[in-house]
T-cell receptor
Framework: DAKTTQPTSMDCAEGRAANLPCNHSTISGNEYVYWYRQIHSQGPQYIIHGLKNNETNEMASLIITEDRKSSTLILPHATLRDTAVYYC?????????????FGPGTRLSVLP | KAGVTQTPRYLIKTRGQQVTLSCSPI?????VSWYQQTPGQGLQFLFE???????NKGNFPGRFSGRQFSNSRSEMNVSTLELGDSALYLC???????????FGPGTRLTVT
């Protein structure tokens, strides 16, 4: 099972910031939080990842709470092309190693 | 730099047949992972290969197998196809010492 929980869906107005929350209350001290998105019928696209410091790249910002139990992905100026399913992932340890376990994600709809 | 490529993009097979899917990772990437995506189960991890060795696997039956070649290209094979194997099969590659994975466009397999 995924170690993260996300809202099922969210709407955002075009041009506004989209803030996507994620809870990962059982995260361990050395586990990173990853964000991917998947536009319909395409392969998932890597967005950003972080450990405990806030991170920013050309696509988004990642804000991780001090206790690391939750995080927020921020798309500063959402466009219609940002409509996608967004996955927040913490690797899950198994007998064979650490796997990326994708939950159902958040379906973000950017509205004109 | 070219992205992850997968061939074929679409495939139709009959129950009981076998199928081989191919993945070429990003140049310089040595780790290749495979995922199955279905509407009911979402994105599920199949296995990961590094330096021609399977180093991680998900919870799939032995009908699903894979291999990696010395040039890091990878193939996955599904034998004795079942209707439930109809899915989008995704390949992702990553560098040796970096965790973010880059996905290909996928192969859509339909079993009739």
């Amino acid at each position: 099972d995924a170690k993260t929980t996300q809202p099922t869906s969210m709407d955002c107005a075009e041009g506004r910031a989209a803030n996507l929350p994620c809870n990962h209350s059982t995260i361990s001290g050395n586990e990173y939080v990853y964000w991917y998105r998947q536009i319909h019928s395409q392969g998932p696209q890597y967005i950003i990842h972080g450990l405990k410091n806030n991170e920013t790249n050309e696509m988004a910002s990642l804000i991780i709470t001090e206790d690391r139990k939750s995080s927020t992905l921020i798309l500063p100026h959402a466009t219609l092309r940002d409509t996608a399913v967004y996955y927040c992932i913490v690797r899950v340890a198994t007998a064979y190693g650490q796997n990326f376990v994708f939950g159902p994600g958040t379906r973000l709809s950017v509205l004109p | 730099k070219a992205g992850v490529t997968q061939t074929p993009r679409y495939l139709i097979k009959t129950r009981g047949q076998q199928v081989t899917l191919s993945c070429s990772p990003i140049s310089g990437h040595r780790s290749v992972s495979w995922y199955q995506q279905t509407p009911g189960q979402g994105l599920q991890f199949l296995f990961e290969y590094f330096s021609e060795t399977q180093r991680n696997k998900g919870n799939f039956p032995g009908r699903f197998s894979g291999r990696q070649f010395s040039n890091s290209r990878s193939e996955m094979n599904v034998s004795t196809l079942e209707l439930g194997d109809s899915a989008l099969y995704l390949c992702a590659s990553s560098l040796v010492n970096r965790d973010e994975q880059y996905f290909g466009p996928g192969t859509r397999l339909t079993v009739t």
